[in-house]
T-cell receptor, first 113, second 112 residues
Framework: GDSVTQMEGPVTLSEEAFLTINCTYT??????LFWYVQYPGEGLQLLLK?????DKGSNKGFEATYRKETTSFHLEKGSVQVSDSAVYFC????????????FGPGTRLSVLP | DSGVTQTPKHLITATGQRVTLRCSPR?????VYWYQQSLDQGLQFLIQ???????AKGNILERFSAQQFPDLHSELNLSSLELGDSALYFC???????????FGQGTRLTVV
């Protein structure tokens, strides 16, 4: 079945550092890809999405590009802030195979001032 | 605010009891998902409904059941509760199968 793999962390960075969180997926169809963020004590919020190969999703300074050739959807941000400290989840949804959302294990990010 | 409403926000109950968690999806969303989030097992998919019918089933225990009503709200029933059922239970909704899902704030269940 479909699956998502991402670096589990925790990842600790200093403010203004560059962030990369790797995400790779396995899917039998042509999934849509998502990054969700969970701040402490809250539910998951959609951060960005991409629905087809080479699409770039972006939001709040975060970016991720749908790479079909490497089955990847890595999350990047050029300069992180303390307020970006959260857990980040990579996910896919594959309509062609009737899949529900499949989430990766989540990556905890801590940004230090 | 995602538009997905979950009640109650917190629930404390004893082992062996039964509880019902409720979810109201965003207006217009036909699909409802239930997830369990615990510290050691991450986000586990339980079950999905689409327009009143069960669409997909994940790692849902036989002690758990769910349904989606004609007005599209959903309930997750947890029975014969065990200590290990203590977790955050999230509901999410989406318009269709592979459009983005919007999550509620979750119900924190504590079984004592």
């Amino acid at each position: 079945g479909d699956s998502v793999t991402q670096m589990e962390g925790p990842v600790t960075l200093s403010e203004e550092a560059f962030l990369t969180i790797n995400c790779t997926y396995t899917a039998t169809g042509y999934p849509s890809l998502f990054w969700y963020v969970q701040y402490p004590g809250e539910g998951l919020q959609l951060l960005l999405k991409a629905t087809k190969a080479d699409d770039k999703g972006s939001n709040k300074g975060f970016e991720a590009t749908y790479r079909k050739e490497t089955t990847s959807f890595h999350l990047e941000k050029g300069s992180v802030q303390v307020s970006d400290s959260a857990v980040y989840f990579c996910a896919l949804s594959d309509m062609n195979y009737g899949q529900n959302f499949v989430f990766g294990p989540g990556t905890r990010l801590s940004v230090l001032p | 605010d995602s538009g997905v409403t979950q009640t109650p926000k917190h629930l404390i109950t004893a082992t062996g009891q039964r509880v019902t968690l409720r979810c109201s999806p965003r207006s217009g969303d036909l699909s409802v998902y239930w997830y369990q989030q615990s510290l050691d097992q991450g986000l586990q998919f339980l079950i999905q409904y689409y327009n009143g019918e069960e669409r997909a089933k994940g790692n849902i225990l036989e002690r758990f059941s769910a349904q989606q009503f004609p007005d599209l709200h959903s309930e997750l029933n947890l029975s014969s509760l065990e200590l290990g059922d203590s977790a955050l239970y999230f509901c999410a909704s989406s318009v269709d199968y592979n459009t983005e899902a919007f999550f509620g704030q979750g119900t924190r269940l504590t079984v004592v």
